[in-house]
């Protein structure tokens, strides 16, 4: 069983569309991220969701929404899709907010053309 | 937050040791993570240091140096597998990871 899934594995859109991006974890976990790695494959925080409640909000454009309908889910929504989103983005999930291990989902490579 | 600072690659051959050193800002600093991440997959969790000290976990060792802002992971007897980016990440104390950009180890037979 998978622990935390994410789909879709890949998306190739183009500029201007809306995407979403699922994520759910059978972990039992209390807290799920959005995480982005760049082409320089650097991993960046960009939401985090406590029980259902945002709890960290990095400096991203707000043509990403996160929604987390349950703390088994949390979905990533983008509008106006720019060429500059072309990245692999990461959801994760933990038991807790600190000194903890963060089990990850298998990336969305998404490409906006 | 922190600044995470790791070499950018390491070469090693099969059986060898590699240690690879990351330093960190101690701002909110708490606690420095380990992970590994093979080309085109997921970050897998590798070790946690909190506290001063060297933590052991088979061939995989992590040390951690509050006062020096430093920390090293340290491959033991490499195996042709352990080639992946090896990330450093400093927790704060929302459970913010900040990552390192990751030190690619490449290892030859």
Redesign the interface.
């Known amino acids: 069983d998978t622990a935390v899934s994410q789909t879709p594995k890949y998306l190739v859109t183009q500029m201007g569309n809306d995407k979403s991006i699922k994520c759910e974890q059978n972990l039992g976990h209390d807290t799920m991220y959005w995480y982005k790695q760049d082409s320089k494959k650097f991993l960046k925080i960009m939401f985090s969701y406590n029980n259902k409640e945002l709890i960290i909000n990095e400096t991203v454009p707000n043509r990403f929404s996160p929604k987390s309908p349950d703390k088994a889910h949390l979905n990533l929504h983008i509008n106006s899709l720019e060429l500059g989103d072309s990245a692999v983005y990461f959801c994760a999930s933990s038991q807790g907010q600190r000194n903890t291990e963060a089990f990850f989902g298998q990336g969305t490579r998404l490409t906006v053309v | 937050g922190q600044n995470i600072d790791q070499p950018t690659e390491m070469t090693a051959t099969e059986g060898a040791i590699v240690q690879i050193n990351c330093t960190y800002q101690t701002s909110g600093f708490?606690?420095l993570?380990w992970y590994q991440q093979h080309a085109g997959?997921?970050?897998?969790?590798l070790s946690?240091n909190?506290l001063d000290g060297l933590e052991e976990k088979g061939r995989f060792s992590s040390f951690l140096s509050r006062s020096k802002g430093y920390s090293y992971l340290l491959l033991k007897e490499l195996q042709m597998k352990d080639s992946a980016?090896y990330?450093c990440?400093g927790?704060d104390?929302?459970?913010?990871?900040?990552?390192g950009?990751?030190t690619q180890v490449v290892v030859t037979p």
């Open positions: 708490n606690g993570f997959e997921a970050p897998t969790f946690y909190v980016s990330l990440a927790g104390s929302w459970g913010k990871l900040q990552f950009a990751g």
